[in-house]
């Protein structure tokens, strides 16, 4: 019998090092499970791992695939300091790309450059709406917007499955579910030549900075962490927790709805059925993987965009099946959670009767757990 | 604890430097590469596994002179296109794209890589290096849905549809027709899923319109579990793509298996002794790329005799699935008798006929 009991104050060190250790201990499950299928274990590492970045191209699409888990990543992580759990960042994202979509179409004969900047605020703009709606039965009628803001995605990708083939169809698609695809004035532009590398990962690293500028030396970004960490606390001090929910929501959604339309006005260039292979929900993980920090989340995104692009490369080079990658995020996501409870609490073995280790000093606890973390 | 991680990290950096070495020894002679991309995962007992045995068809066929790849799960977005140029940059010759979703991304990439071929399915934009094919489904949807006009007690029909283009409004259509022939008062209940595979929503699906009165079950979705829960639930229904028996072996009546090997390996012999052109393919019943399993254990003898007699009227051309009369949903005759609904107006099949509940989403 073993028992969790939570430690007086986790090691800082430790929250820090843990995303290592759940992924040195990922790769080493990775290496077992490659023996087990019988797949050469260098070559499959090399496949996944490095195979990826070793061209411009692979490169790019390693910006291009963490663009919107980076920006969406960022803002969730200010949400969930905020202790406001927006779970519906994919609809949103898909909110954002409708709305910009349908300026940037409605535009089609007008080839200026203000065209792209309209639609950016269109779907800033759609992405706010759609998370205003959680924000609202949250404040007003005290709804838990995990349940709100999630089922709201559905409504979303319903919309625009309506969208495809109603309002904003192709005329000329032999009646196929898509747009007509964007022309040139509304393109995102690529910043670097010949690959597919756009405007939105200059825009995820810009909001890595200012996120961490908001949360580590502003008031507003202090008021938040404080109504998230202790909203009576926070209540005494004036910080209204209604305000955070409404700011988190709202921001958070407008870059959510930016993501999609950067996805669909750069890498996809029209409206189709289906525009996220879930950005919306891998980047709940990207935030937790990377802290809730924003440099973290940054790492993060990089680090599930290559897991993703590698999951293709080894089923090209080995035949491997896809699953592969949904079980290493899923592992990742395992050990880093794993070693989360760790750092929060320390293991104790029970035998008889708990009374029986109050002998223990708090240093030896600390040793007991922490030789458990270390040994893999 | 520090050794341990000292001895990790040493592991790792000996990892990577075999790994670059592996790489230059990797250097052998040249089979004729083809590719695939798949919308669903490869053993999803439908579309994509179909694909996947047209794949190791050519295997067999060709030998060591071939070489197949597949990349499975590829979303129809931003994805695609990545994973085209990535299976032609690494020296694959031809390419074979299984969902309609790919288009635009196969054609994007194939004017990048103008001396790769690439094959389209379902599909309508062609270029001089893109050829499209499909099936004629809708030939045996005519079948089935003279099975499920005779068979039916409730006279419901329940058909999960995925998304509503005009190959899968064909195929309700077809099969509404050839129903209603025998059974005028058979109605289709048509849910439209927006997914090609996602066994638990096509699960609900299907247990809906289970509740809602269906007896018989159809689909234009990837995965078995509609004929799954058709089974669990006492009704029955038709394998889609494929012979989903092991999934129902009470309950499926008959299954459309679609057939890719023989156009697959005629294709990638073209290509390899260079008589390849861009064309497209649509073939049916006759030409094999659509084909039957065997009828399910509860289906009738005069149930058998009918759809066999249907299934020749196809083969020899005396029966064409939209051949008139045909109406629309209020009854008014949109194609008199003895008229055919021409390839043309058939691939952009817009609206419903009469027989179908309900209104095509628009």
């Known amino acids: 019998m073993i028992r969790l009991y939570k430690r007086p104050a986790p090691s800082r060190l430790w929250i820090f090092l843990a995303p290592l250790v759940a992924m040195v201990l990922t790769l080493l499950s990775g290496l077992i499970l490659f023996s087990l299928l019988g797949v050469p274990v260098v070559e499959a590492f090399y496949a996944f791992f490095i195979e990826p970045?070793?061209?411009?191209?692979?490169?790019?699409?390693?910006?291009?695939?963490?663009?919107?888990?980076?920006?969406?990543?960022?803002?969730?992580?200010?949400?969930?300091?905020?202790?406001?759990?927006?779970?519906?960042?994919?609809?949103?994202?898909?909110?954002?790309?409708?709305?910009?979509?349908?300026?940037?179409?409605?535009?089609?004969?007008?080839?200026?450059?203000?065209?792209?900047?309209?639609?950016?605020?269109?779907?800033?703009?759609?992405?706010?709406?759609?998370?205003?709606?959680?924000?609202?039965?949250?404040?007003?009628?005290?709804?838990?917007?995990?349940?709100?803001?999630?089922?709201?995605?559905?409504?979303?990708?319903?919309?625009?499955?309506?969208?495809v083939i109603g309002p904003l169809q192709d005329p000329f698609g032999f009646n196929f579910p898509q747009s007509a695809l964007f022309h040139k004035a509304a393109t995102l532009?690529?910043?670097?030549?010949?690959?597919?590398?756009?405007?939105?990962?200059?825009?995820?690293?810009?909001?890595?900075?200012?996120?961490?500028?908001?949360?580590s030396r502003s008031m507003l970004g202090f008021s938040l962490l404080v109504t998230g960490s202790a909203p009576r606390a926070g209540r005494f001090a004036g910080f209204s927790v209604n305000r955070s929910v409404w700011v988190t929501m709202l921001v958070s959604g407008g870059v959510a709805g930016l993501a999609g339309l950067f996805e669909v006005a750069g890498p996809i260039g029209q409206l189709l059925p289906k525009i996220s292979p879930g950005y919306g929900f891998t980047a709940i993980i990207v935030a937790f993987v990377g802290r809730l920090h924003p440099v973290g989340v940054l790492f993060a995104g990089l680090l599930l965009a290559l897991s993703y692009l590698g999951?293709?490369?080894?089923?090209?080079?080995?035949?491997?099946?896809?699953?592969?990658?949904?079980?290493?995020?899923?592992?990742?996501l395992f050990f880093l959670l794993a070693a989360d409870v760790l750092i929060h609490y320390s293991l104790k073995p029970v035998t008889t009767a708990p009374a029986e280790f109050t002998g223990l000093t708090n240093t030896q606890a600390q040793h007991v757990a922490n030789s458990e973390q270390g040994a893999p | 604890m520090i050794k341990n991680r000292k001895l990790l990290f040493q592991l790792a950096v000996s990892l990577l430097s075999f790994a670059g070495a592996s790489l230059l020894v990797n250097a052998a002679d040249d089979p004729f590469k083809v590719g695939f991309v798949y919308v669903g995962p490869v053993d999803d007992h439908g579309w994509t596994y179909r694909h996947d045995v047209g794949r190791l068809a050519i295997e067999e066929e060709f030998g060591d002179k071939v070489e197949t790849t597949f990349v499975e799960s590829v979303a129809e977005g931003a994805d695609a296109e990545r994973v085209l140029r990535k299976l032609a940059t690494d020296g694959h010759d031809l390419i074979f794209t299984t969902s309609f979703g790919y288009m635009n991304a196969t054609i994007k990439v194939a004017n990048s890589f103008p001396d790769v071929k690439?094959?389209?399915?379902?599909?309508?934009?062609?270029?001089?290096?893109?050829?499209?094919?499909?099936?004629?489904?809708?030939?045996?949807?005519?079948?089935?849905?003279?099975?499920?006009?005779?068979?039916t007690k409730t006279n419901v029909i329940g058909y999960i549809a995925s998304f509503p283009i005009p190959e899968v409004v064909r195929g309700i259509n077809a099969t509404a027709i050839a129903m209603r022939k025998i059974n005028p008062d058979a109605e289709i209940k048509v849910v439209w899923v927006n997914t090609w595979y996602d066994p638990g929503t096509?699960?609900?699906?299907?247990?809906?319109?289970?509740?809602?009165?269906?007896?018989?079950?159809?689909?234009?979705?990837?995965?078995?579990?509609?004929?799954?829960?058709?089974?669990?639930?006492?009704v029955v229904g038709f394998g889609q793509a494929s012979d989903m028996k092991a999934y129902a072996p009470q309950g499926q009546l008959q299954a459309i298996v679609d057939d890719w090997g023989p156009y697959y390996i005629e294709r990638t012999k073209a290509a390899m002794d260079g008589s390849w052109e861009s064309k497209d393919t649509w073939s049916g019943i006759l030409d094999g790329m659509v084909q039957f399993a065997d009828y399910g254990p509860s289906v009738p003898d005069d149930v058998k005799d009918a759809a066999n007699l249907v299934r020749e009227a196809i083969v020899i051309g005396e029966l064409h699935p939209f051949q008139g009369p045909i109406f629309d949903q209020s009854g008014k005759e949109i194609v008199a008798e003895g008229e055919i609904i021409e390839d043309g107006d058939l691939l952009g099949m817009n609206y419903y006929v009469q027989g179908v509940n309900g209104s095509l989403p628009k």
């Open chain 1, 53 to 163: 970045l070793t061209s411009v191209y692979g490169l790019a699409e390693l910006g291009v695939k963490a663009a919107p888990l980076i920006m969406i990543g960022v803002v969730l992580s200010v949400c969930f300091r905020a202790g406001v759990w927006n779970i519906g960042a994919e609809g949103q994202f898909i909110l954002g790309a409708i709305c910009g979509a349908a300026v940037g179409l409605s535009l089609k004969e007008v080839e200026a450059f203000w065209v792209l900047p309209l639609m950016m605020l269109a779907g800033i703009a759609g992405g706010m709406l759609w998370a205003s709606i959680p924000a609202l039965l949250r404040t007003r009628f005290n709804t838990n917007e995990i349940l709100t803001s999630l089922m709201l995605t559905y409504v979303a990708s319903l919309l625009l499955a309506y969208m």
């Open chain 1, 189 to 215: 532009p690529v910043v670097w030549p010949n690959t597919r590398l756009h405007l939105g990962f200059v825009v995820a690293l810009m909001l890595v900075g200012l996120v961490w500028l908001l949360m």
């Open chain 1, 311 to 332: 999951g293709e490369s080894a089923q090209i080079s080995l035949n491997l099946p896809v699953a592969v990658t949904g079980v290493f995020q899923g592992l990742l």
């Open chain 2, 118 to 151: 690439f094959e389209h399915a379902t599909g309508f934009k062609r270029a001089d290096n893109v050829s499209t094919y499909s099936g004629r489904f809708y030939e045996g949807r005519a079948v089935i849905g003279t099975m499920a006009g005779m068979m």
């Open chain 2, 202 to 234: 096509e699960a609900d699906a299907a247990k809906a319109l289970i509740d809602q009165g269906a007896d018989i079950i159809m689909q234009h979705t990837d995965s078995p579990a509609p004929l799954q829960v058709a089974e669990e639930r006492g």
